[in-house]
């Protein structure tokens, strides 16, 4: 079984940056991707950025630019670098991680709030 834990949520101001982090503990098998989501309100849960083992990413159109994924492997850590934030950023933010033999975790979510 593998656990995640996310940390770095917060309030921020627009035009701030904040760094949200996930990270890995259990019985950890190869990383096959890491897909950071978000869940603003009224709206579905949306993939914001995505990652495989190769270190190729992704990033919807609406944050390229301004967000940025990287996984750190030694501390199988998974991190979503957030800049220029605006309010319409404002969701729930999730990760997760699949393994090999696609067996998928998820992080508790941490609130982002980007208000002035």
């Known amino acids: 079984q593998v656990q995640l834990v996310e940390s770095g949520g917060g309030l921020v101001e627009p035009g701030g940056s904040l760094t949200l982090s996930c990270t890995a503990s259990g019985r950890i098998e190869r990383l096959n991707m890491v897909y950071w989501y978000r869940q603003r309100p009224g709206n579905q849960r949306e993939v914001v950025a995505s990652?495989?083992?190769?270190?190729?990413?992704t990033h919807v159109d609406s944050v390229k630019g301004r967000f940025t994924i990287n996984y750190d492997s030694a501390k199988s850590t998974a991190y979503l670098l957030m800049s220029n934030l605006q309010p319409e950023d404002t969701a729930v933010y999730l990760c997760?991680?699949?393994?090999?033999?696609?067996?998928?975790?998820w992080g508790q979510g941490t609130q982002v709030t980007v208000s002035s």
């Open positions: 997760n991680m699949i393994f090999r033999g696609e067996a998928s975790y």
């Open positions: 990652i495989d083992r190769l270190g190729r990413s």
